[in-house]
Nanobody, 119 residues
Framework: QLQASGGGLVQPGESLRLSCAASGSIFGITTTAWYRQAPGKQRELVAIITDGGSTNYADSVKGRFTISRDNAKNTMYLQMNSLKPEDTAVYYC???????????????WGQGTLVTVSR
């Protein structure tokens, strides 16, 4: 239901843009978020955006990362600037989605995309 893309290997100070597209017959998407999990660490929330456009960020990425969404395309993005080695992790998108014809909202995870920041 969620397909993340855009990860890769970059040098410190460079930028990457992650995308996460929701597929299927979708009635609506509410809160969406990006999480990340570095080797040997727990998964942590990076950024979150509501369907109204309100955003919140982890302190470690404030001022460097920007979360956004295109509701017409059922896609969300994470623009990552001034990347640091400590940003290295697998990044996962997450969203609450309601499919057409179904009454319930469900929480979905994307498959993860690896971001490596290294010289």
């Amino acid at each position: 239901q969620l397909q993340a893309s855009g990860g890769g290997l970059v040098q410190p100070g460079e930028s990457l843009r992650l995308s996460c597209a929701a597929s299927g017959s979708i009635f609506g998407i509410t809160t969406t978020a990006w999480y990340r999990q570095a080797p040997g660490k727990q998964r942590e929330l990076v950024a979150i955006i509501t369907d109204g456009g309100s955003t919140n960020y982890a302190d470690s990425v404030k001022g460097r990362f920007t979360i956004s969404r295109d509701n017409a395309k059922n896609t969300m993005y994470l623009q990552m600037n001034s990347l640091k080695p400590e940003d290295t992790a697998v990044y996962y998108c997450n969203a609450n989605i309601r499919s057409n014809g179904l009454p319930a909202w469900r929480n979905y995870w994307g498959q993860g995309t690896l971001v490596t920041v290294s010289r």
